[in-house]
């Protein structure tokens, strides 16, 4: 009979295996087939695929070739503009550790643990472990939350450079990150420590230890939190800029007379809104024109020098030039009040409309009700080499400018359809720009 088995095909063999485990199970007696027999059968897994069945080798096969999304790396994407007001609400270092505090004392150790010093170094533990996590995890999510500044746009990071400093705002992230790895490694020492308590004495020793030493980490580098939270708040109050809504720049020397003519062009506007943009006198709004919305901005004055002696308040208004959609309305002040001589102002002048020739432009000569029969002449400047534009600039400013007063409303209504007029046009180059980059999308 052996020989006789022996010679059944292997098929015939396996068959007769199958049909017998399938009677056997219907059977009352419960019985599984030894592992020795188990691992003598082969079988194929063959997962569904789009309602077909496909061998695991070819799904492995495919997945090596082509990646899922997944497990791609995705190439970073520059934040749009609005990213400030995206930043979380950062607490302060006090209320941080007290509420974490608060919450780790309310950790009780795991029931059925009869063994005193058992219990209580099971508490210190669990207690120790939940304040290191009530304190890292909120800086985790501020170093999540707040954006890399490679990724903002380039108007937002001129921002963060000129109204922090260079450098400050990746300095703080920076500390915040330290704080929060110092907390994990001081935190899982002594939760090791206290769980490795041979009394229950020594337990709560090693517990008021780890929480000593946690808030000393806290008092000695809190103040990046701190800080961060300043830093928040001073880049939530800037207004978001739209780069689909044209903006009126109002460009010149200081004291020219800009921020009077935002608040003219913004009169009787029931939808205008003036921003604080900075602490340093930067004003921004918008007016409404012919149920329009535009963006009025106030630039801080300029001074007739070269970029590497600007200060950072000179370099944000030609940051405004630079990477908003932009109209610019130039103000000269020829009456001798703004403190900056009328052939400075015109040195200034000529550089930015030189550097910034495609924009839309507008010219205005304010306090005209101010200007005598004769241009004003500062002692300090030097006369000898001047030309006939600079002569003709000291009496009417540059060709084609509006001459206005507030006080006397002269040229303000001229000045309205001007506006009116330049931005209009500029919201065509806009949209003219928007459809060209979607036509090259397509």
């Known amino acids: ?88 609400m950062v607490m302060p270092s006090i209320d941080l550790y ?33 304040l290191m996590k009530e304190l890292a995890l909120p800086l985790k999510g501020y170093m999540e939350s707040f954006p890399r500044k490679r990724l903002l746009h380039p108007y937002e990071r001129s921002l963060i450079e000129l109204t922090l400093g260079d450098g400050k705002y990746e300095e703080v992230l920076g500390k915040v990150d330290v704080l929060r790895k110092k907390v994990l490694s001081v935190g899982k020492e002594h939760a090791s420590l206290c769980a490795k308590a041979l009394s229950k004495r020594e337990a709560e020793e090693r517990l008021n230890e780890g929480v000593e030493k946690l808030e000393l980490v806290f008092q000695q580098q809190g103040k990046a939190v701190d800080d961060l939270l300043t830093i928040a708040k001073v880049l939530r109050a800037m207004p978001v800029v739209d780069l689909e809504m044209p903006t009126l720049c109002l460009v010149g020397a200081p004291n020219v007379g800009k921020s009077s003519l935002v608040r003219i062009l913004s009169t009787g506007k029931p939808e205008i809104c003036n921003y604080p943009f900075t602490t340093r006198g930067i004003l921004m709004g918008h007016i409404v024109l012919n149920y329009q919305r535009f963006q009025v901005t106030d630039t801080p004055g300029l001074l007739r020098r070269c970029d590497e002696d600007r200060n950072n308040l000179e370099k944000l208004t030609l940051a405004v030039l630079t990477h908003l959609p932009t109209a610019v309305l130039y103000v000269h002040d020829l009456s001798g009040e703004c403190g900056t001589s009328p052939s400075d102002q015109f040195g200034i002048y000529k550089e930015i409309k030189e550097r910034f020739k495609d924009y839309l432009w507008i010219d205005v000569v304010s306090k005209c009700d101010l200007l005598g029969g004769s241009p004003v002449i500062y002692a300090k400047e030097d006369r000898s080499s001047d030309e006939a534009e600079i002569i003709k600039y000291r009496e009417t400013g540059p060709d084609e400018s509006i001459h206005v007063s507030v006080k006397t409303e002269q040229g303000l209504n001229q000045l309205k359809s001007r506006v009116k007029e330049i931005l209009s046009n500029e919201m065509e180059k806009i949209k003219i720009g928007v459809t060209v980059d979607q036509t090259v999308a397509t």
């Open 1 to 88: 009979m052996k020989l006789a088995s022996s010679l059944i095909p292997n098929q015939w063999r396996l068959q007769a295996f199958l049909s017998s485990t399938a009677s056997i199970t219907k059977s009352p007696t419960f019985w599984s087939p030894t592992s020795r027999q188990c691992r003598n059968l082969q079988t194929a897994v063959s997962p569904v695929v789009s309602s077909s069945y496909l061998p695991t080798s070819y799904i492995t096969q495919k997945q090596i070739e082509f990646p899922t999304s997944s497990s791609e790396k995705q190439p970073p994407v520059q934040e749009g503009l609005g990213a400030f007001q995206k930043l979380p």
């Open 98 to 130: 007290a509420s974490a505090l608060k919450k780790s004392k309310r950790i009780q150790p795991t029931k059925g643990i009869a063994n005193i010093a058992k219990r209580e170094r099971n508490r210190g533990a669990k207690q120790l472990d939940a």
